[in-house]
């Protein structure tokens, strides 16, 4: 899901997409089109060349690129607590204040200002989850009739179930603290560097 | 939510722009052939996609819509040339098709290079190379 652009609430999100998910039709459309130049990929980060997706896709292409370094937390996924920031800051944009093109520099500032959160993830209510598994399901099996007819396990590992939290439990001071830690990480960087190492 | 990689392979192509050309590897920007503006993400292919997928030029225009993107390309010295978009995922397949035609006809043969997801996250991550 794209994070960054979230005005509701994870959960509204998530289920505003349900009907608007086409993955098997989308995937054979594709198929369809570009007939044997359509490759279709399980991604499995252990089953990727090198471990690394860079690696993995340039091998399907056909091209070995030379030694490359590739950060872990290359794009890595906003916490919690960022994309609720943005999801507040996003409601701003038809008013002028605030573009979808300072989510990258805020979530930069955050990462700067070590503004730490749990997985937006665990905030995904029971009943909710559940919706999209069922609805995700369906299109799986879909897939994997068509693509993959002889695998002969499930395509995916069903991520595990974790703790839930409430986003009740993100109140104003909370959020502020993370924007202002943010902004400061960029105009006092000493500062928020000697926070970060006071024990 | 685990998620496919697109955005990583984006922003890797776009910082590596000197390691993917000593391969034969391009990551070019294209022309704009929409009036929306999109953010300065390191997706190269979110105007040609979003024209394709939304505009109604492509349905009106053709394959002339087309001609900016396909001269460029053409223009291009590599052996592989990558155009990445999320939106080539869920495109019409009849527009998809109208691209694939139009890009075949000029000598640019294209394919669908296409990871799938876990099905938590549920949605597209698509990368085309031509």
Redesign the interface.
Known sequence: MKSRDLTVDVNEYLLGTLPEMRVAGATGDLHDVFGREFELALYDRDQLKGHDICSDFFGRVGVELGPFENPSDVNASANAIEIEVLRHFNRLIEHGLWSRRNSRGFLRFAKKGRVEGPPIGRFVRQEVEEAVRRRADEEVAEIKARFFPDLGRPLFKRPATTDRLSLDDFNESKLLRAIVGSMLSVVHPGKQEAKAKTP | ?????S???Q??CRL?VD??S????AYPQLPRLCSKKF???ACNGADFSYYICNDPGLLRRGREGLAPVIETLRTVQA??VIVSSEF??????DR??TV?DAFKDAGL????????????????R??R?T
């Open positions: 939510m685990p998620r496919a990689g955005s990583a392979l922003d890797f590596n390691l993917l000593k391969s034969g590897v953010a300065a993400a052996s592989h080539f995922f869920g495109a019409p397949a998809l098709a694939r043969p294209c394919g669908f290079t296409f990871t799938f997801v876990n099905p938590m996250s549920g949605w597209s698509a990368t190379s």
